[in-house]
């Protein structure tokens, strides 16, 4: 190799070799800003965190703030105008209140005073307002935070509403008592049932305004969702109230009549004899009537039901 081809060579070795110094110096400045933009990213990440665990505390701190005057105010028996003024200001923060509005709130605390407060407890002239104004707090704070029904269940609020219904005396309380049973009904239907609530809700159908009635009768149909095979002595007391008002003219009434009787059927299917014993031959005639006038598909569905569960029935159709 001649000194022209040596210089070349090295020249070219020299080239070569600073072309990989640059590539690797290269290559550790990009991993020296991969680093730091991770721990950019890390720092970031840690501050975010920190700044909503700050807010979520100042939440918190808020609204047990707010809360805590309301419900000491509602543990005041001495004074039912003070008691007033606070479950008004109550009622009113939540129905406008969310699940996250109400962190930090002594839920528990809330619903034993309010419980108390519908069962007429402390309340020496028993006002009824305040019963019918606690009610609403009940039946707006299971809207605003739904898995308090099984709060409201610990502090004994199915036996409190169920006497408020029994007492036909206060008939705004007891349509308000209604309305709160019905929504502890949606998750809690056997609870309700075996508490008594849904013959509690049929017992003064009559006396309710059609609205209330329809109220009452959701309560029924969440019930007999839930129903279990010792509760037939009481199913039969129910199917008495629903072969009646499944006749009703109101149609979303007899509907919901219907659609409860249904539940009930498909809840002893797998017993004739007590099928017999809860659908009487003037009830299938009847629907049958109907059916000839109004060829309604639940009242179809009825027949077909009672139909597959029970041979005698059958026959009678």
């Not at 001649?2 to 020249?11: G, L, T």
């Not at 970031?44 to 920190?50: A, K, N, P, R, T």
């Not at 109550?90 to 528990?108: A, F, N, P, R, Y």
């Not at 005073?113 to 305040?130: D, K, P, R, W, Y």
Request: include cysteine; proline fraction near 2%; charge should be negative.
């Amino acid at each position: 190799m001649d000194v022209d081809a040596r210089v070349s060579f090295a020249d070219s070795n020299s080239s070569e070799s600073g072309s990989h110094d640059s590539h690797s110096d290269s290559d550790n400045n990009d991993s020296g800003d991969k680093s730091t933009d991770h721990s950019s990213a890390d720092e970031v990440s840690e501050h975010s965190h920190l700044f909503a665990t700050g807010l979520g505390n100042m939440a918190r701190m808020a609204n047990a703030q707010r809360f805590r005057p309301l419900i000491s105010a509602l543990r005041s028996p001495s004074d039912d105008m003070q008691q007033m003024i606070a479950l008004q200001e109550l009622s009113e923060v939540l129905s406008m209140s969310m699940e996250e509005s109400l962190i930090g709130v002594d839920v528990g605390e809330l619903v034993q005073a309010l419980v108390a407060l519908v069962g007429g407890e402390g309340l020496a002239s028993g006002n009824a307002t305040v019963m019918l104004l606690a009610c609403r707090c009940l039946s707006n704070l299971l809207e605003a935070l739904p898995v308090s029904g099984s709060i409201l269940l610990r502090y004994g609020a199915i036996d409190v509403l169920c006497g408020r219904l029994l007492d036909i005396e206060y008939i705004d309380v007891a349509e308000q008592a209604l309305t709160v049973l019905t929504q502890l009904s949606r998750d809690f239907g056997a609870r309700v049932w075996e508490a008594g609530g849904l013959s509690a809700s049929l017992m003064f159908l009559d006396f309710f305004a059609t609205s209330t009635q329809h109220t009452a009768l959701r309560c029924a149909v969440n019930c007999t969702r839930s129903i279990l095979p010792d509760h037939f002595t009481q199913a039969i007391d129910v199917v008495s109230v629903l072969e009646r008002t499944m006749f009703y003219s109101d149609p979303q009434t007899a509907d919901l009549s219907c659609t409860a009787l249904l539940n009930i059927i498909s809840a002893f299917r797998s017993s004739s004899e007590r099928i017999q014993r809860l659908i009487s031959l003037d009830l299938l005639q009847r629907v049958l009537a109907r059916i000839r006038d109004d060829e309604s598909i639940l009242l179809l569905r009825l027949l077909v039901a009672v139909a597959s569960s029970s041979c005698e029935c059958a026959m009678r159709l």
